[in-house]
């Protein structure tokens, strides 16, 4: 049995929007906005297992917390320059693990992100 690769970029926006429970488009409007990890040298804009557990978390503050962009571009600059990969990723842990408890019907698609 092969161990998975979290870091290979595979998952369309799409595939992670109906993991989210949310649309496409909410998502793109996030990645126009420049919140989600930079892609380089991609035609197609794929995305890791690692970098899921940013959306979930850009889509949580946007959604839930009701967060504008420039709040969350703040939030997640403190993320990358106060915390070594070990830490961000026990952060995200304890942000899952939070999602986790929130009903689906409790997230709202948000039509007009600031």
Avoid at 47 to 55: A, C, E, L, N, W
Avoid at 82 to 106: A, C, G, W, Y
Wanted: hydrophobic letters at 40%; one cysteine or more; a positive charge.
């Amino acid at each position: 049995m092969a161990l998975l690769n979290n870091e290979k970029c595979i998952l369309p926006l799409s595939s992670i929007a109906e993991l989210l429970t949310t649309k496409s488009r909410t998502l793109k409007m996030y990645e126009e906005k420049g919140l989600f990890p930079k892609k380089q040298n991609q035609t197609k804009k794929l995305y890791s297992i690692t970098d899921v557990r940013f959306i979930a978390f850009v889509h949580y503050l946007a959604s839930v917390k009701k967060i504008n962009a420039n709040g969350i571009k703040y939030i997640l600059e403190m993320l990358h320059t106060n915390m070594d990969e070990k830490n961000r990723n026990e952060f995200l842990d304890i942000v899952e693990s939070k999602l986790e408890k929130i009903s689906t019907n409790d997230v709202e698609d948000i039509d007009n992100f600031k």
